[in-house]
């Protein structure tokens, strides 16, 4: 049983690039939320979808936006990057967007230069 | 805006010991839940406590959750160096809401 995966595992970009980050849900899990976790912080909620719509959105900027596939799969999608984006990328899955708990994938650490 | 505090923000101890973390907030969370987190890796589930009052153990783990359901504890009997990692809460306001994380304590165990 496959749980949370996330691609790439690391990345490196120069400010105001784009950057695509992906994210498949464990197994029968169908809602995909995702986190950013600076280095020495907990992890900030950024945006939730379920069938195929972003239900949730964080205090997050508009560079920031999300699309989530027929098969559940999502990505996060950030224009015009920050130094202040470096951070480590967290997706996490849940059973429907009301589950008590979620499952994260092991992140995606993104580096602006 | 729902806030969670987390103390200690660091803990070091040595192996054997038995130690406490707490995770507070002033708002009434749905369900709570902890995690550990090694660098450079996403958290682990470790529990997740929706009743209030509920005490749920893993292995040397303890779990309390208080009867207001505004705040948390973790108990670790006799710690060892594995547990060694970041120890993260999060609550729900409702059942659909996001979750909220408190900046988590470092735990470090020395052999």
């Known amino acids: 049983d496959a749980g949370v995966t996330q691609s790439p595992t690391h990345l490196i970009k120069t400010r105001g690039q784009q950057v695509t980050l992906r994210c498949s849900p464990k197994s029968g899990h169908d809602t995909v939320s995702w986190y950013q976790q600076a280095l020495g912080q907990g992890p900030q909620f950024i945006f939730q979808y379920y069938e195929e719509e972003e239900r949730q959105r964080g205090n997050f900027p508009d560079r920031f936006s999300g699309h989530q596939f027929p098969n559940y799969s999502s990505e996060l999608n950030v224009n015009a990057l920050l130094l202040g984006d470096s951070a480590l990328y967290l997706c996490a899955s849940s059973l429907g967007p009301r589950a008590a708990e979620a499952f994260f994938g092991q992140g995606t650490r993104l580096t602006v230069v | 805006t729902q806030l969670l505090e987390q103390s200690p923000q660091f803990l070091s101890i040595q192996e054997g010991e038995n130690l406490t973390v707490y995770c507070n907030s002033s708002?009434?969370?749905?369900?709570l839940q902890w995690y550990r987190q090694e660098p450079g890796e996403g958290p682990v589930l470790l529990v997740t406590v929706v009743t209030g009052g509920e005490v749920k153990k893993l292995k040397r783990l303890t779990f309390q959750f208080g009867d207001a359901r505004k705040d948390s504890s973790l108990h670790i009997t006799a710690a060892q160096p594995g547990d060694t990692g970041l120890y993260l809460c999060a609550g729900a306001a409702d059942y659909g809401q996001n979750f909220v994380f408190g900046p988590g304590t470092r735990l470090s165990v020395l052999p």
């Open positions: 708002s009434v969370f749905s369900s």
